[in-house]
């Protein structure tokens, strides 16, 4: 079953192949019945001037002898033949026949005719044979009286012609027609089947179905149109997918939320307890108890500061705008922030002083933001007596600047997942820091945003190196 538009569309190319077939054959009809008859009474009319010379001298033509040689002539060339005198009597007649009902052959206007014009036409039944004759006559002065000379041709003739002609045309016309009509099919359907196919797909989409493509797209505007609808479904698909994908990670990220604050809450309300119940009069305790306390706190704020600043990232995603930064007083900052610390956990904190090539294509918070989370975690993660370096190489492409500790280091199935968020390695070992595990989330995110990369190198009990690479400029 094809659809109503096929169909309405088809039809009028049916009604209007139908009438134009109908119209053209009737004209052609018309008109070749009318190129019939002219011709036919030209011929009679070129006819009467051959039998005309019989006649001139009035005389000889009563002759037996040749009133049969007249009659012979006529029936040779197929016409029938009479001569009246100037008052219509018959005084010849080539078919007997017509002798008979002569009389009421009544009015014969080609005769009247003749007599004012000198050569008269028409057609009209002939009462005998019943059959429609053209006559044309022609008047003849002779010295013995004016003659009226008549020749007639049976239009069944004719029409037997014109039957010929109306036959091939028909079967011309019918062929036709079956031939537009087939040619009509193939061009509707190369119009309404894409229609059909692309109604489709939108009607899929619109009830949820995204994945709905079209898969013939013609090469014209019916193709433009479905790769229009293609990229369509596919911007909406894309947007679904992002926004399930969002949804899922603010879950996650509630529930890691609650989860992570959960533990020190605890904490705080087990130390407060105990502190109540007494303890605040213990001076061996009480102040050690309110420190914890102090600390857990402390953790609880860096934690909600930390989700915060993610938030921050993640709803500014993609909207940074590059600019050529360099690394240089960035490292500087950097350096001045965490040397103090370094030094007083007996680390050996080496850096470059200067470099030829430090400009890449970024954004400067962001940068300072990954380098002071790198040294961060450098700081935390190695033991004292270890030795921390920061380096910067680059080329004409790209700069990697890279943060290498003697630390620690991060086992190998721990590495991809340190970029995680609340991701930590060895929980325990590591809550001392006071860490919330969201660090180099935030750091994934930043580099991610500039357009950067960031790889980690690490052994375990040897050390780890984070290095960042962004495009030089
Ligand atoms: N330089 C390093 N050496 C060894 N382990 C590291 C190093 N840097 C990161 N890690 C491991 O990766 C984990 C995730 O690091 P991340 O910086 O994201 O969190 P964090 O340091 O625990 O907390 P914070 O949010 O305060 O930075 C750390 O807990 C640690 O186990
Ligand atoms: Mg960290």
């Not at 610390?341 to 962001?366: C, Q, S, T, W, Y």
Request: glycine content about 4%; charged content about 25%.
């Amino acid at each position: 079953m094809r659809s109503k538009f096929f169909w309405k569309n088809f039809l009028s190319f049916v009604v209007i192949i139908c009438f134009t077939t109908f119209v053209v054959s009737y004209l052609l009809i018309i008109q070749s019945q009318n190129f019939i008859e002219s011709t036919a009474t030209d011929s009679l009319r070129e006819k009467l001037v051959i039998f005309e010379p019989y006649f001139e001298d009035g005389v000889s033509w009563r002759d037996p002898e040749q009133i049969r040689k007249i009659v012979e002539v006529a029936r040779e060339a197929k016409v029938r033949i009479s001569v009246l005198d100037q008052d219509e009597s018959l005084l010849l007649e080539s078919d007997a026949n017509e002798i008979m009902s002569y009389e009421n052959q009544r009015p014969r206007p080609e005769l009247s005719e003749a007599k004012v014009k000198e050569v008269g036409l028409a057609k009209r039944v002939s009462p005998i044979s019943k059959l429609e004759t053209l006559y044309s006559a022609k008047k003849i002065e002779t010295p013995r009286g004016t003659l009226l000379l008549r020749l007639g041709v049976p239009m069944q003739k004719l029409e037997e012609r014109l039957k010929e002609i109306f036959t091939a045309l028909a079967i011309g016309a019918a062929f036709g027609m079956v031939l537009s009509v087939l040619i009509a099919l193939i061009l509707v359907r190369r119009i309404t089947d894409p229609v059909r196919e692309m109604t489709k797909v939108a009607e899929a989409i619109s009830h949820g179905n995204y994945a709905a493509r079209i898969r013939r797209l013609p090469a014209n505007e019916l193709g433009t149109l479905g790769e229009a609808i293609n990229r369509l479904a596919e911007a909406v698909q894309a947007n679904i997918s992002r926004r399930e994908k969002m949804e899922k990670i603010r879950r996650d990220f509630s529930s890691n939320v609650s989860h992570e604050l959960k533990t020190p809450l605890t904490s705080i309300k087990g130390y407060a307890d105990t502190l109540l119940e007494g303890a605040i009069d213990d001076k061996e305790n009480n102040v050690r108890f309110l420190r914890i306390i102090n600390s857990n706190v402390e953790r609880m704020v860096s934690l909600v500061n930390e989700s915060l600043n993610l938030a921050t990232i993640e709803a500014n995603e993609g909207i940074v705008e590059l600019t050529p930064v360099d690394w240089k007083p960035i490292i500087q900052e950097a350096v001045n922030r965490h040397q103090i610390r370094m030094n007083e956990k007996g680390i050996v904190f080496k850096h470059p002083d200067a470099a030829e090539n430090m400009l890449v294509r970024g954004d400067r918070k962001a940068m300072f933001h990954i380098l002071d989370n790198l040294l961060q975690n450098a700081l935390s993660y190695t033991p004292a007596n270890g030795e921390v370096e920061l380096k910067v190489i680059s080329d004409n492409k790209f700069c990697e600047l890279s943060v290498s500790d003697t630390g620690i280091g991060i086992a190998k199935h721990d590495q991809s997942r340190i970029f995680q968020r609340f991701y930590r390695v060895d929980a325990a070992r590591t809550r001392n820091e006071g860490g919330t595990g969201l660090g180099l989330a935030i750091v994934k995110h930043l580099v991610i945003q500039i357009q950067g990369s960031i790889t980690v190198a690490s052994e375990i009990n040897r050390g780890s190196t984070f290095t960042v690479r962004l495009p030089s400029v």
